[in-house]
């Protein structure tokens, strides 16, 4: 089978910060694009709009996106709650008429709308619903402090601080160094790159620590490091409960604390301001010790997006999360990766070495 | 409309600790209840087995129940996950059959089953499945800060000390005293006596504080004081996500921490030893600290279960309590709620002071 070309949909917020999945499409799978669809920026290419991703066009209409012939057309953004814009079930008709499948990240399942459901086995087309939890998922019981190898979980200051790409990142480094490192996607957007894995935000609430469970232990198995996909934030008004069911059921051994530099509030990139961040060493603080009332865990470093920054300020930022905090710090998808990957083998030899000798 | 008649199923688990459901609805609905399905127990009586409940008989069959002319069919254990246990869909039917509705808190809805539902559109029958969420609830956005009354959520040591139970008597204590308060019940139990709410441990997971946020507005129109249910534990590791996500959207002014006296360990009373609990002062600081990173919260009594002491050690368990945190620390189930109703009397004096004056 051929790899899928991609039509993104992206419409009104094809954005750095606001479509991520999208834009971690775009930078992972770039060869797989044929298009996004945003009529607020049609005639720009993904690298006007983004600063990476080449040529892609951003076509105004569905049938422009068509004519480039995808096979696939994927929800590219995540609108908060996750539904679905009520006009873009029109454009999903076109495109399963023209032939494609739909890969849906979305909380309103797709593949239960009795329309484009219709269409889709008439077509002998596939609607995949990448939110649609397992149906028999455990309550956790803290399993996952078994895993053999070292867990490393990302946390964050807040929603959408590049969490997910700082691990693709990091994973890439630590493979390429020789410890056997496994990425666990928890989020819709890491299950498209990775092509498996749980969106713990979808699943029903006493679940959200057994899906985390589950999954740690199936990415842990024959990996040296296991670096799980943290989502939300601890002092999130909306999204903390999964960020908390996510430390707990996962387990980790080590924390990895991403914030976006210029971030002052909650939610500001989507300008509502709920609340003013705390500095690095409370969120430290706070992780450190809700994580160990199940699981030992420390923050080991700390993971800083500068993408609105120029490299001056990008590189002062990072010296300045290091000295607050004494930790490496590092933009691994803008500088060198380094500083994170040397401590995340560090924290593998700790764990190691404590390891009892049988093992 | 006559008021229901009960017959419970809490087959092979009708006990003090694990047969949850059955038991409030027994202690604050007894007229209600006509007879306990539990093969183990049969032949003895609510009181026999619980200490509370009088003559209501504990059968052996669900014919020998309808034999009591019940109208409703009530699940009254929660087993872990919440699905239905196999052999209790013959029982379901023949009840239906019978001409009973159904009322469930499984996660498991029993309305989604087709034999049961065929039965029950045949017979005008109605399945009521309690922890079917609303469709449309939103990602909370720290709403429920604006409620103007004192907003008080219990928060336990683990799952199953007593929450439930302990609020339920404080809002009798609080009523009788003057301030008008309102119970919001976030489970299955709570639900069925109060006959609102929503199972928070049954929505999608990016929307448990979203849930909590709602209804904890909705109790405070016109309260002064609104008693949500809490859920969970902080440090529990299947449910601490349920825990957060509620403390986070419901925004609690005061908090009052809930506490099994005897309990050693997380999940001890199902023979799953996964923690040894924390000392109490540990856990006002976690509930205060990660509370408070949303909305300013303090803990502001000790609410004890003693059910399995006798008098002499449920009074010293509740000194010793009151000794080691420096705060109000009662059983009102078994003694007088009012240092408990003293406690969040000063606390909602001391909020409306603060409070505007225009308001």
Known sequence: MNPSRYLIIADGDFAPMTSKTANSVIRYLPDRVVAVLDRTQAGKTAEDVLGFGG????????????ALKPDTVLIGIAPQGGRLPAEWHAWLAEALDAGCDIVSGLHTFLSDDPVLREKATARGRTI?????PPADLPVASGLAKKVPGLVVLTVGTDCNVGKMTAQLQLTSALNAGGLRTRFVATGQTGIM???????????????IAGA?????????????VVLVEGQGSINHPGYSGVTLGLLHGSCPDALILCHQAT?????????????????LTEYIRLYEMIGSAVHPTKVIGICLNTYD???DDARAACEKAGQETGLPATDPVRFDPRPLVDAIAAA?????EKAPAAK
């Open 263 to 279: 971030r002052r509030y909650i939610g500001d990139y989507r300008e509502a301001a709920w609340l003013e961040l705390p500095p």
């Open 348 to 352: 593998h030899r700790r764990k190691m």
């Open 309 to 311: 920054m120029d490299d």
């Open 212 to 224: 985390a469970e589950r999954i740690t232990i199936e990415g842990g198995k024959d990996a040296d």
């Open 128 to 132: 995949s619903d990448l939110r649609k």
């Open 55 to 66: 040529a892609i066009p951003v076509v105004a209409s569905m049938r422009e996106g068509l």
């Open 193 to 207: 790159i990775e092509g498996w894995g749980i969106a713990v935000d979808a699943v029903v609430a006493d679940f």
